[in-house]
């Protein structure tokens, strides 16, 4: 139920735009001024790594959106995880798609034909969210980034309220859909602890009225609040959904706010380990996932980072799982370099070729095989396949490719009626 219109450029040229000279890094939770967006954004270009703010101040954001958006470098794209899930699914010609998001009329206009959106769903002004984009290597002051990512900040009140969600579960009946997916659970982190809490328990019974043989995919995304993120895991969302999709930064985030194993881990060093990986994945679905003993829908992660994949499933729920893992591979690959099809020109591999599964477990040591790209192994009922990715070595655009990922490996998933 978040969509918004992505203004992407490079965090550099903004804040040179802005008149806000380099700064030394510092993390903020939430964002209140140039002087905070300057910090966060040197804090996570140094490191390489994807983060999401919510910025307080709706007047001092209107006028940074006001000069990003008329950048002469600035693009505007479709924005927010479901509009992107949902415009990546569209680009089949045999999908149509339901969209309840705030949709504005520069965001109507960018969504592909193929998506629908009730007449509740449309709104007078656009939600703006800021992509600051940097390259791998770029400088700016004392900051160097080592891999190419993105800082992504906003002013967003109606999808940190999830607004459109009773919009969309009323739409269903008439739609008849034969998957839903959910994101934009992090957006609410903007809201005060009170709200937040009564808009998560008014989401969840919204969600329970969904019916039980569509299967949901919920799409995570950056948060700072560990109490939220344990809300949502523990006794709220979770056990609603059957799949869910994160990356390196949400999962890390995720035992941590839980106490799950290898929580002691302050942030990953270069590409994250693949036994360090499974482990929080099998403890995700063995704690929180569907066992003969709980009440839990959950038996789907996809799991993705910049070097490779995992699709995880608990046996007997999903079928087609090497094909899903691969589309989104592939998916990623082409997306970031804006190609077709997988150019071995503008690639490169950076997964290990080598790995352990485990690290709390007598572990499998696997070699990767590159006529079998595809390594599958099992624990105590569950399913791991895992894929390396061939990473673009110059990125065109970063923005989405989570939701692309997947979005393709959805599209690629059998689920089977239970």
Request: aromatic letters at 6%; charged letters at 20%.
């Amino acid at each position: 139920v978040n969509a918004c219109v992505d203004v992407v450029l490079s965090g550099v040229k903004l804040l040179e735009a802005l008149g806000l000279e380099p700064s030394d890094g510092k993390n903020h939770a939430v964002l209140s001024s140039g002087q905070d967006l300057r910090e966060a954004f040197a804090h996570f270009m140094e490191r390489g790594a994807a983060a999401e703010r919510f910025f307080s101040d709706a007047e001092a954001f209107q006028d940074i959106a006001r000069t990003a958006s008329e950048h002469p470098a600035a693009q505007l794209y479709v924005g927010g995880n479901a509009a992107l899930i949902g415009q990546k699914l569209a680009a089949n010609p045999d999908l149509k798609i339901l969209l309840c998001g705030p949709v504005g009329p520069k965001l109507h206009e960018l969504l592909d034909d193929n998506v629908v959106v009730p007449p509740e769903s449309m709104q007078e002004r656009d939600e703006f969210h800021l992509i600051l984009e940097y390259q791998a290597g770029e400088q700016w002051g004392r900051v160097r980034a080592p891999t190419a990512n993105r800082f992504i900040f906003s002013h967003d009140l109606s999808n940190g309220a999830l607004n459109m969600l009773e919009v969309f579960v009323s739409s269903l009946d008439e739609f008849q859909p034969d998957l839903v997916v959910l994101s934009g659970l992090h957006m609410m982190e903007g809201q005060s602890k009170e709200m937040r809490q009564r808009r998560l328990m008014e989401a969840v019974a919204s969600i329970s009225d969904i019916p039980t043989d569509i299967p949901i995919h919920l799409e995570l995304a950056s948060m700072t609040d560990q109490d939220f993120m344990s809300n949502i895991m523990h006794q709220q969302v979770f056990p609603l959904v059957n799949s869910i999709g994160l990356n390196e930064q949400e999962l890390l985030f995720l035992t941590q706010a839980a106490s799950g194993p290898h929580a002691s881990l302050g942030s990953w060093s270069g590409i994250p380990d693949v036994g360090v990986v499974s482990d929080i994945l099998f403890w995700i679905l063995k704690e929180h996932g569907k066992t003969a003993e709980r009440a839990s829908d959950l038996t789907r992660i996809h799991f993705h980072t910049l070097a490779y994949h995992i699709l995880v499933t608990v046996d007997g729920h999903w079928g087609n799982q090497a094909a899903a893992v691969a589309a989104g591979a592939r998916a990623a690959g082409t997306q970031a370099c804006a190609t077709d099809t997988i150019d071995t020109s503008k690639v490169l591999l950076k997964a290990p070729l080598e790995f352990v599964t485990s690290h709390t477990e007598a572990p499998a040591r696997i070699s990767l095989n590159p006529d079998e790209p595809v390594v599958h192994w099992h624990r105590e009922g569950i399913s791991f396949h895992f894929t390396p990715v061939l990473v673009c070595k110059d990125p065109v655009r970063t923005v989405g490719l989570g939701d692309a990922i997947s979005a393709e490996g959805l599209l690629y998933s059998e689920a089977y009626p239970q």
